[in-house]
């Protein structure tokens, strides 16, 4: 049972403009929510995260917002460059049953081309 | 700073034969640990976690084991291969402790391509 979900496999954004991803879970236990970028061949590295409390956080060219009631979260990376063509993770933790423990969404391939 | 290292960065084995693959970290104490999977065309699937030396939690059933011999120490282990092992399996570890910290991200090592053939 998948209780992140990345519904879109694919996304394509022309250099400059904004990359959106998407990401939605089920468990009301999550608190805290990350996103990751992955190269090929490569382990993932961190990227930037929110917590339930906030609705809102940026760093750079990247913000995320989490929207608690939707238990929705998106990424925006504007402007987009091509070096940010990856596969990006959802990725979240919580109380109770999940502590401790990281759920990841299946990705999301971000092409940016020029 | 902390590191996290893992190896070997590919494999190539038979069905059948056995399987260890090590994850160490360093520069931190009592860090969570896990071992996850990349299958082709998939997510990150986790498949073990541990919070502490000889405490090892499966999420999901499978041909895999894994032990922690000490506290910045993960193995993933296997006695037979199977095909649908074949997969890139990443370690990775975070802060804090059972009681939660505010900070969970995971760092992950470089991975290792296994393949089963």
């Known amino acids: 049972d998948q209780q992140v979900k990345q519904n879109s496999p694919s996304l394509s954004v022309q250099e400059g403009r904004i990359s959106i991803l998407n990401c939605d879970y089920t468990?009301?236990?999550?608190?805290?929510f990350l996103w990751y970028k992955k190269y090929p061949a490569e382990g993932p590295t961190f990227l930037i995260s929110?917590?339930?409390?906030?609705d809102k956080n940026e760093d750079g060219r990247f913000t995320v917002f989490l929207n608690k009631s939707a238990k929705h979260l998106s990424l925006h990376i504007v402007p987009s460059q091509p070096g940010d063509s990856a596969v990006y993770f959802c990725?979240?933790?919580?109380?109770?049953?999940?502590?401790?423990?990281?759920?990841f969404g299946r990705g999301t391939q971000l092409t940016v081309w020029p | 700073s902390q590191t996290i290292h893992q190896w070997p960065a590919t494999l190539v084995q038979p069905v059948g034969s056995p399987l260890s693959l090590e994850c160490t970290v360093e520069?931190?104490?009592?860090?969570?640990l896990y071992w996850y999977r990349q299958a082709a065309g998939r997510g990150l699937q986790l498949l073990f976690y541990?919070?502490?030396?000889?405490?090892i939690s499966s999420e999901v059933p499978q041909n895999l084991s894994a032990s922690r011999p000490q506290d910045r120490q993960f193995i993933l282990s296997s006695k037979k291969l199977l095909l649908s092992d074949s997969g890139f399996y990443l370690c990775?570890?975070?802060?804090?402790?059972?009681?939660?910290?505010?900070?969970?991200?995971?760092?992950f090592g470089q991975g290792t391509r296994l393949t089963v053939v």
């Open positions: 520069g931190t104490s009592n860090p969570n």
């Open positions: 929110i917590s339930s409390i906030k």
């Open positions: 990775a570890w975070s802060g804090g402790r059972w009681g939660r910290p505010l900070n969970t991200e995971a760092f």
């Open positions: 468990n009301s236990m999550f608190d805290y």
């Open positions: 541990s919070v502490g030396i000889g405490q």
């Open positions: 990725a979240a933790s919580g109380r109770g049953s999940t502590l401790g423990r990281l759920y």
